[in-house]
């Protein structure tokens, strides 16, 4: 096999195509060897590789030839490493390249096609009804924001003329798009969305020109929002729907014309050519002038992880981050927009939109990447594998430049497949000043629907209930908010400034809803509203009510969102976080899997893990400091269920046996709440109605001029972003296993741990069966009710961390029924005991040995024979990893 040797730029620029060559050093230059005949010479293969932490992957089509072009874009500077690999028969040979960035960005050109993304042809008649798509290619400008406008062109030549077509802006709102990977960025214009556009067209007409004639002439601008360039595309004709051909304009058509002809349309083309691939069409000043608005604009939008770390992939699932970074945008509402990018068809699949108010210069707005929105962008091909997503923030204070296209009353309307569509967003005015009290909402103040929504969404900051009504502790939880959130003088005192704060909390503490949802499987997700006639009862006690409630209470979930924030700002020195909700509503179905009675999940609790140095912690101690310097301490919580109206927390130690624990984790709930905080309208399915509705809008509705006072100044601190994620359910593996014998070996001695390996490597063949990756265990069939199941209990008495976390059903292997072992059980499911940890089942059986002095049959079995058998077979197993201790 010999080498062959790329020739070829290794340091190229992007968007700069560079041609490679091949040459051979073991063939044609080794003199030992035949020239060869260079028809007999086999075809060169080329592909591109990237780099990854796992390795090499390819990263590019591939390409023939003995010369070939390549062309790397914006997004070959994310990479590790990438090299070209040529392959000629049996020779092999590769380039490692590093490419640069291009010195400027810039826009090369703006292309016009119809709705079915085909290039529109010269003299093309477009109808008032159907659709332009506008196509700026751009170099060294991935992720920058591009701005479309549409315009109606009175000018004479080519270009966009600013002065001449001023008034001729077609769209109020321009189309922003973001540049992707392959340095283009796309708008849509549903010309029939535009309904003055006759109008506008007609309202003026070039020099000379007597009328507009059959047809208007369009063009869009594409504008980078950031960097003052522009780029104009060449003029369309569109139809004039309106035009009387007496007389003909000379302008547009021959003398001699009349309207109904569509052919002698075609001839202003000649005098709008289309403009080169390569060359500017417009300088960067007009451009400027946009970006510029002191109104406003955008600079840039991303994806982020928490830490502020842009991500250049994600799975689905995973809550990321949108980072929009802003000027002059302070208080001011945008539409952002995530689009599915198919680079092989060039279409643009809308998969999430939502209204968003900009707070500050850089905003951080979270999302969780939905199954439903891959399965909203996926289009066949590589889509059903991977996507690539793009932002796109519109917002009415910028405009952009496209190409122009002919539109016609009498063409033939293009439908319309996708692609992005503009839209008018109201600007919120907010003016920084002090009203002096006049506007401030408090203690005198009437009960309204804007003071209960504070009270649930503040209720972590030391404790409230939904109440209607300024109290005292509303007085107290905004001092507290003020105080360690917002960092401003303590007024007690709704204002604008704790109304724009409190939807900023919103923001910056996310949590994975789904883990909120029952996991039974046979519900929605919130019970099936079984025992309603229990509904509002006031002679059932809180704690007996069997009512199935319809969701969650939204203040739990408030609440939780003040635990994030006290462990990851104020209490940071602590090194605690929120792992993970590991248990929300649970209802009768799933209680009874668990073999459980209790009611306070069936809406009215959440079960929270917890990490310390970002890895959970089981150790009790841990979490009792949570449970008393945060929960207690500062989101004025109650351990046990004493008082009415506040939050309670089930206990870290049992005050006497048999008591509900938490050891190794923290349950709060609201089952202290009076019955009429406990309504239907309190308890919600999904995030949205959680957060409710800006807090800003909902007071511009009921309070506007509070809006307006900024007493005490905004928020003084930047607080860090912290997100609950998704629990993850992958299951115990061998190296569970391994941990936890060490621990075994180090508390029991080392034929204990390895007694406990052979247990475990015979029943649950080798850490592999369904019981122990659930499970934690061999196998513990439950008997009785939760927590112990029928089980002894000294052992939870003991380590409180090990109590068990629930059950799992499924049907009994044979095992060796029939061979000397228990009869296989095949008539129903059995249901299992989960541990929290296999060193949690593995500490079980250890002390279940120690309790029947040594013998290890009688963990298998009460029948003496079966025992003999038990242990005989589990010898034959060689515990590998107590071995080695």
């Known amino acids: 096999m010999g080498k062959l040797t790329i020739i070829g730029n290794d340091k190229p620029v992007i968007g700069k195509q560079e041609m490679y060559s091949v040459a051979a050093i073991n063939g044609w230059l080794n003199p030992l060897q035949p020239i060869k005949n260079p028809l007999q010479v086999p075809k060169a293969h080329w592909e591109v590789m990237v780099q990854t932490k796992t390795g090499w992957r390819k990263g590019g089509s591939d390409k023939e030839g003995q010369i070939v072009p390549y062309k790397f874009g914006q997004k070959s500077l994310l990479h590790k490493g990438i090299k070209i690999v040529v392959q000629q028969g049996n020779d092999k040979g590769e380039l490692i390249v590093h490419p640069q960035r291009a010195k400027e960005p810039k826009i090369t050109r703006v292309e016009l096609l119809d709705a079915n993304y085909k290039p529109i042809p010269k003299g093309k008649k477009l109808s008032y009804k159907d659709t332009i798509i506008a196509r700026a290619y751009c170099v060294e400008m991935f992720g920058m924001n591009i701005a479309f406008t549409l315009w109606e062109d009175d000018a004479q030549g080519e270009g966009h003329n600013p002065t001449v077509n001023a008034l001729n802006k077609i769209n109020p709102v321009p189309v ?92 202003p083309a000649p005098e709008k050519p289309k403009p080169k691939p390569d060359s500017p069409k417009f300088p960067i000043t007009t451009g400027g002038k946009k970006s510029d608005d002191p109104q406003g604009k955008i600079l840039s939008a991303e994806f982020v992880d928490k830490a502020g770390n842009r991500l250049h992939s994600s799975k689905v699932g995973t809550t990321v981050f949108m980072k929009i970074t802003a000027k002059d945008m302070k208080n001011k509402k945008v539409k952002v927009k995530i689009w599915e990018e198919d680079n092989i068809k060039w279409t643009n699949d809308p998969i999430f939109e939502k209204d968003y108010e900009l707070l500050y210069d850089t905003n951080f707005i979270w999302i969780v990447l939905t199954k439903k929105m891959f399965i909203e962008g996926n289009d066949g091909g590589s889509d059903s594998a991977k996507q690539d997503y793009f932002i796109e923030v519109i917002h009415n204070d910028i405009s952009v430049k496209s190409a122009a296209i002919p539109v016609s009353a009498d063409a ?117 509203d079984k025992f309603p006639e229990q509904k509002q009862n006031s002679k059932i006690a809180e704690l007996k009510r069997k009512y199935e409630y319809p969701g969650i209470h939204r203040s739990l979930i408030w609440a939780l969102r003040a635990a994030m924030f006290y462990t990851t700002v104020i209490e940071k020195d602590l090194k605690y976080s929120v792992k993970c909700i590991f248990s929300g509503y649970r209802c009768w179905i799933n209680n009874d899997i668990h073999n459980r009675r209790s009611t306070n999940h069936m809406g009215k609790a959440l079960d929270l893990h917890f990490n310390k140095n970002g890895k959970r912690t089981q150790v009790p101690k841990d979490i009792e400091e949570v449970r008393q310097k945060i929960f207690v301490k500062y989101l004025g919580n109650q351990v046990r269920w004493n008082e009415t109206n506040k939050f309670s927390l089930e206990p870290g130690v049992a005050a006497y046996k048999g008591e509900f624990i938490a050891s190794t984790w923290i349950h709060y709930d609201v089952r202290q709440f009076e019955l009429k905080y406990l309504a239907d309208e309190y308890f919600v ?28 100044g905004e928020v003084k601190q930047i607080n860090s972003l912290a997100i609950v994620p998704k629990k993850k359910n992958n299951g115990f593996t061998i190296e569970d296993a391994e941990a936890a014998l060490k621990i075994i070996n180090a508390r029991y001695g080392k034929e204990m741990a390895q007694t406990i390996e052979k247990i475990y490597r015979w029943e649950t063949g080798h850490f592999k069966s369904g019981q122990y990756v659930n499970c934690g265990s061999p196998g513990m069939e439950a008997f009785g009710e939760a927590p112990s199941y029928g089980w002894n209990s000294d052992v939870y008495t003991k380590y409180p961390e090990y109590i068990p976390v629930g059950l799992w059903e499924k049907y009994e292997n044979k095992g060796k029924s029939g061979q000397g072992g228990n009869k296989q059980i095949t008539d129903r499911a059995k249901k299992y005991i989960m541990f929290p940890s296999v060193e949690a089942g593995m500490s079980y059986i250890a002390e279940f040995i120690l309790r029947y002095d040594g013998n290890v049959g009688r963990w298998h079995s009460k029948d003496l024979i079966i025992q003999k058998n038990y242990i005989k077979d589990i010898n034959t197993t060689i515990p590998k990893i107590s071995n080695n201790f």
């Open 412 to 528: 033939e309307p293009t439908k319309v497949e996708s692609g992005d569509s503009a839209a008018m967003v109201e600007k919120t005015k907010l003016k920084t000043k002090n009203c002096g009290g006049k506007y401030c909402i408090d203690k005198n103040s009437p009960p309204s629907e804007l003071i209960r929504e504070i009270n649930i969404r503040l209720a972590g900051f030391g404790g409230n209930v939904p109440t209607d009504k300024f109290t005292d502790r509303t007085e107290r939880m905004i001092k507290q908010f003020q105080r360690d959130y917002m960092k401003v003088p303590e007024t007690g005192k709704i204002c604008g400034n704790v109304l724009k704060a409190i939807d900023d909390f919103q923001q910056k503490y996310i949590i994975d809803f789904d883990d909120v949802k029952c996991p039974c499987g046979k519900c929605k997700g919130f019970g099936n």
């Open 685 to 712: 399915k999904n995030i949205n109605q959680v957060n409710g509705e800006s807090i800003l809008t909902l007071a511009n509705k009921i309070h506007p001029n509070t809006c307006n006072c900024m007493e005490g």
């Open 176 to 267: 922003l798009s973001r540049v992707n990977e392959k340095g283009m960025a796309e708008a849509v214009f549903r010309l029939p969305f535009y309904t003055m556009a006759v109008l506008i067209a007609n309202a003026r007409t070039a020099s000379g020109d007597k009328n507009e004639g059959s047809t208007h002439e369009y063009y869009v601008t594409a504008d980078v929002v950031s960097k003052h360039i522009q780029k104009a595309s060449p003029n369309v004709n569109v139809v004039n729907p309106t035009y009387n051909p007496e007389p003909p304009r000379k302008r547009e058509a021959p003398k001699g014309h009349t309207p109904s002809p569509a052919k002698p349309k075609t001839t």
